[in-house]
């Protein structure tokens, strides 16, 4: 148990609405990463840290932005949600320092953008 | 580009063997990942291989060739509760996954 956890686990809001979704661990690993999980797609990357207030893009980071003030915390914000953006939301940690190690993740966030 | 290809899905019997393939074209390899997910929950890691060859963890392996840009995963001795995703993942360059689709594994009494 790498000690992960998400809130809310479930959310449904509306179009053009701003949503936040929080990922928060206990043991101090230094990269997070936050992906969302759509049918007949891989896991995507939106964003990652690797440090606090060290943050960088991934692949699909177009409509997401991210923060880290604290270490054991790393917040997604959907600045105004759309449709597309309904997906399950998954937060990771790499378990060494250097961002090359097996990634653990959260139990996710189902959100529905209505 | 990068690309990652498994099956989308296959079916196999209680008490049997089955494998599980996944190509892969990416930029740099720095490892291959193999993660259980049962429906509805977040990924568990199940193997890492980095070198060719095969790596065993119980009734799980899982077998690596770099020169071909290939893997499988191997469940041996299938119970119900392995019914569930298998995804494959390599890590590029840039130490970021790449992650296949996924294959759903169904099993049969």
């Known amino acids: 148990d790498a000690g992960i956890t998400q809130s809310p686990r479930h959310k449904v809001t509306e179009t053009g609405t701003p949503v936040t979704l929080r990922c928060h661990q206990t043991e101090n690993h230094r990269y997070m990463y936050w992906y969302r999980q759509d049918p007949g797609h891989g896991l995507r990357l939106i964003h990652y840290?690797?440090?606090?207030?060290?943050?960088d893009k991934g692949e699909v980071s177009d409509g997401y932005s991210v923060s880290r003030s604290k270490t054991e915390d790393f917040l997604l914000t959907l600045e105004s949600a759309t449709s597309s953006q309904t997906s399950v939301y998954f937060c990771?940690?790499?378990?060494?320092?250097?961002?090359?190690?097996?990634?653990?993740f959260g139990p996710g966030t189902r959100l529905t953008v209505l | 580009g990068q690309n990652i290809d498994q099956p989308t899905e296959m079916t196999a019997t209680e008490g049997a063997i089955v494998q599980i393939n996944c190509t892969y074209q990416?930029?740099?390899?720095?490892?291959l990942f193999w993660y259980q997910q049962h429906a509805g929950e977040a990924p568990t890691f199940l193997s890492y291989?980095?070198l060719d060859g095969l790596e065993e963890k119980g009734r799980f392996s899982s077998f690596l060739s770099r020169s071909k840009g290939y893997s499988y995963l191997l469940l041996k001795e299938l119970q119900m509760k392995d019914s569930a995703s298998y995804l494959c993942?390599?890590?590029?360059?840039?130490?970021?996954?790449?992650w296949g689709a996924g294959t759903k594994l169904i099993i049969k009494p």
């Open positions: 990771a940690i790499s378990e060494g320092g250097t961002g090359a190690d097996t990634q653990y």
């Open positions: 840290s690797y440090g606090v207030k060290d943050t």
């Open positions: 990416t930029s740099g390899f720095n490892g």
């Open positions: 993942a390599v890590m590029d360059s840039n130490y970021q996954l790449i």
């Open positions: 291989n980095v």
